[in-house]
């Protein structure tokens, strides 16, 4: 079951978020000084979407946490739900499918209800893709490419 925090429960579940955000943050949000502080306040103006993921309804700890964020494409106007960041808390176990099924019902009556497009995200995870690629609509076809301009 993946849950949708509000911006006043993202204080005292920050040391989690905190962790995800290291652990899963996309090639766009190079290592820049302050920025978690900055992240921490875009969740705390609901301008970036915190997400926790349970196994069970009735179960204490989170097994994953998702950070989303609305994206526009300013040229054509088209706005998307961004998947900014995934991360389990369990790396070694595996997330049942059904988990993976419920979270991205969740995330795409979310986006719905927002007016997006399409649900969006960058991955280097071998598993997320076969599951995008198995779900109707999903598709995989771009690459990244970065070129560092400052010489590093």
């Known amino acids: 079951m993946l849950l949708k925090l509000l911006p006043t429960q993202i204080a005292q579940n920050w040391p989690s978020l905190q962790w995800a955000i290291r ?22 103006r609901d301008e970036v979407h915190a997400w926790l993921s349970y196994d069970k ?38 997330i049942p499918q059904a988990a993976w099924e419920d ?7 979310f986006a719905r209800g927002a007016n997006c497009h399409r649900l ?17 609509g999903g598709e995989c076809r771009h690459a990244f490419v970065t070129v560092d301009v400052n010489g590093g």
């Open 23 to 44: 652990q899963g943050l996309p090639p766009l949000a190079y290592d820049s000084p302050g920025r978690e502080n900055r992240i921490l306040e875009q969740l705390q």
């Open 57 to 94: 309804a009735d179960s204490e700890s989170p097994d994953a946490a998702v950070l989303t964020m609305f994206t526009e494409d300013k040229a054509s106007g088209v706005r998307n739900l961004f998947v900014y960041c995934i991360a389990s808390f369990t790396p070694n176990a595996k």
């Open 103 to 109: 979270g991205l019902r969740t995330l795409i009556q």
């Open 120 to 136: 969006i995200g960058l991955t280097n995870s071998k598993s997320i893709v076969r599951f995008v690629k198995g779900v109707p």
